[in-house]
């Protein structure tokens, strides 16, 4: 076991334990080091989240987005996944299994391995989903296994980006109102401090549903969308990379509905 792994292990401990403070419904509780981080069963939809890597804190963003999810007022059971260290590159273990999503009814991917190109390992977390495991996609997910040279993930994505623009905050135009996702977002809601990601490509089966200009160029790129890959449904969103967007309150609401989207429980 490496050091990395050692550590987010023991981080992930500490901020499920700051949770049951602020949420105790969840009776959450952390596993051993050789173990995914899991709340009680006591909820009814079964969410993982993958996290960990470069540039964010990874531990602040779960702990936000369980206490959102229960602030919503989301029964849910937890599996936090904090593995692969804090560099560009990782093939976590976790999906060594290939019966890996099937405990979970919506899976979260906020993990941060632009390096990692391996396809059969790619694949391996593509072809879950595309038979049919719903997912969320936020910020840094995007630029996950972007080096790759196979289009799988960002088909799954439904967006293709490799770079972004400069931290500000960003007026967010919603394009499609009547979508579910974002019946409650306001109308004229500007992004906590965080980066606007540059969308090379949209994929077919991506409808957008807000977007945001860029500073530099003028243009307009997505921000929140919805995807269609294979048989799942993937709600995903390009900010995510400050503290202060975890502490939004639109942000985090807007994710939760995402989720429960993805997930057939939205209708």
């Given at each position: 076991m490496t050091f990395h792994r050692t550590q987010s292990r023991l981080l992930a401990a500490t901020f499920l334990l700051a949770l049951t403070a602020f949420a105790p419904t969840l009776a959450l509780m952390s596993a051993s080091a050789d173990e995914p981080v899991k709340s009680e069963p006591n909820g009814s939809l079964k969410v993982l989240l993958i996290t960990s890597g470069c540039c964010h804190d990874y531990d602040f963003q779960a702990k936000a987005l369980q206490m959102a999810a229960t602030k919503a007022g989301v029964e849910a059971q937890w599996t936090v996944v904090n593995d692969g260290g804090k560099g560009t590159e990782a093939e976590i273990d976790f999906y060594n299994d290939e019966a890996w999503a099937k405990p979970f009814d919506v899976v979260i991917h906020n993990e941060c391995f632009a390096g990692t190109t391996n396809p059969e390992y790619i694949q391996r977390i593509t072809k879950a989903h595309h038979a049919g495991t719903p997912a969320v996609v936020i910020h840094c997910a995007m630029h996950t296994y972007r080096d790759a040279k196979i289009d799988d993930w960002r088909e799954f994505l439904g967006v293709t980006s490799r770079r972004h623009d400069h931290q500000s905050h960003y007026p967010i135009?919603?394009?499609?109102?009547?979508?579910?996702?974002m019946r409650e977002y306001p109308a004229a809601h500007v992004s906590a401090m965080d980066e606007l990601y540059i969308i090379?490509?949209?994929?077919?089966?991506t409808t957008v549903l807000a977007t945001s200009k860029s500073e530099r160029d003028g243009k307009d790129y997505p921000v929140i969308w919805t995807n269609q890959y294979g048989d799942a449904r993937v709600y995903g969103t390009t900010y995510g990379h400050s503290n202060e967007t975890f502490q939004d309150e639109v942000f985090l609401a807007n994710v939760v509905r995402g989720m429960l989207w993805a997930a057939g429980r939205l209708e």
């Open positions: 135009k919603v394009v499609t109102e009547d979508h579910p996702v090379e490509k949209v994929w077919p089966n």
